[in-house]
């Protein structure tokens, strides 16, 4: 928390940055309530994503994984400098307040995915000492990827409520890699997890429904 912090305030050069502190308390909250709901429901999982890497994490993903993550660092520092100190590109308060509502329904969208999923490793992996299978109930019904779905929605709502365009912009170039990585896990699990196949030929599409 502290160091998101930091990467929040620090670019935009203030502590009275009113939207930045609604989306630090927006986005910890829910960061802390989905632990402790793990934690009481679920502790394999709470256990699964707080594991730093492991040796059977697909090649490909060690490289892309922490790709993604320092792109959506960059994005939040981007938009910290913009909204919060130089107002390069100012979002009118409506959608603001319209971005703050977006970014709840990527909280539920989230909080689905993680109730449904058992599985749900933050790494590429075929996870067989947790008996791994198909998910296809819940979003996984609509979506293959309910948790890319969510990021989606969470950076434009993000973008939004702290008043950034440019950091809607911005926020598409690590989706683009995320859609990259959706595709090269979906290669992964044909390959290795049992009836996934038939999976893919009754859901078909993978973040947005009727689009891709």
Same mark, same amino acid.
């Given at each position: 928390?502290?160091?998101?912090?930091?990467?929040?305030?620090?670019? $935009?050069?203030?502590?009275?940055?009113?939207?930045?502190?609604?989306?630090?308390?927006?986005?910890?909250?829910?960061?802390?309530?989905?632990?402790?709901?793990?934690?009481?429901?679920?502790?394999?999982?709470?256990?699964?994503?707080?594991?730093?890497?492991?040796?059977?994490?697909?090649?490909?993903?060690?490289?892309?994984?922490?790709?993604?993550?320092?792109?959506?660092?960059?994005?939040?520092?981007?938009?910290?400098?913009?909204?919060?100190?130089?107002?390069?590109?100012?979002?009118?308060?409506?959608?603001?307040?319209?971005?703050?509502?977006?970014?709840?329904?990527?909280?539920?969208?989230?909080?689905?995915?993680?109730?449904?999923?058992?599985?749900?490793?933050?790494?590429?992996?075929?996870?067989?000492?947790?008996?791994?299978?198909?998910?296809?109930?819940?979003?996984?019904?609509?979506?293959?990827?309910?948790?890319?779905?969510?990021?989606?929605?969470?950076?434009?709502?993000?973008?939004?409520?702290?008043?950034?365009?440019?950091?809607?912009?911005?926020?598409?170039?690590?989706?683009?890699?995320?859609?990259?990585?959706?595709?090269?896990?979906?290669?992964?699990?044909?390959?290795?997890?049992?009836?996934?196949?038939?999976?893919? $030929?009754?859901?078909?599409?993978?973040?947005?429904?009727?689009?891709?």
């Amino acid at each position: 928390m502290v160091v998101f912090a930091l990467a929040l305030f620090l670019p $935009a050069g203030t502590l009275t940055w009113l939207t930045g502190w609604i989306f630090f308390m927006l986005f910890f909250g829910f960061v802390l309530a989905v632990t402790v709901w793990l934690f009481k429901h679920n502790p394999a999982l709470l256990r699964e994503r707080m594991r730093m890497g492991t040796l059977d994490q697909q090649g490909w993903d060690k490289l892309l994984f922490p790709l993604v993550n320092a792109l959506f660092f960059a994005w939040l520092l981007l938009m910290s400098f913009d909204a919060g100190r130089f107002h390069w590109s100012p979002v009118p308060i409506w959608l603001q307040v319209g971005g703050g509502i977006v970014l709840v329904c990527s909280f539920l969208l989230f909080f689905l995915t993680f109730r449904e999923n058992a599985y749900l490793s933050p790494v590429v992996r075929i996870q067989q000492e947790r008996g791994h299978a198909v998910i296809s109930t819940g979003p996984y019904h609509y979506v293959r990827h309910p948790m890319y779905a969510a990021i989606l929605i969470f950076v434009v709502g993000t973008s939004l409520l702290l008043g950034s365009w440019y950091g809607l912009l911005f926020g598409m170039a690590p989706m683009i890699l995320l859609a990259r990585r959706a595709i090269l896990e979906e290669r992964t699990l044909r390959e290795h997890l049992h009836g996934y196949t038939d999976y893919i $030929a009754h859901v078909q599409y993978r973040l947005i429904p009727y689009v891709w």
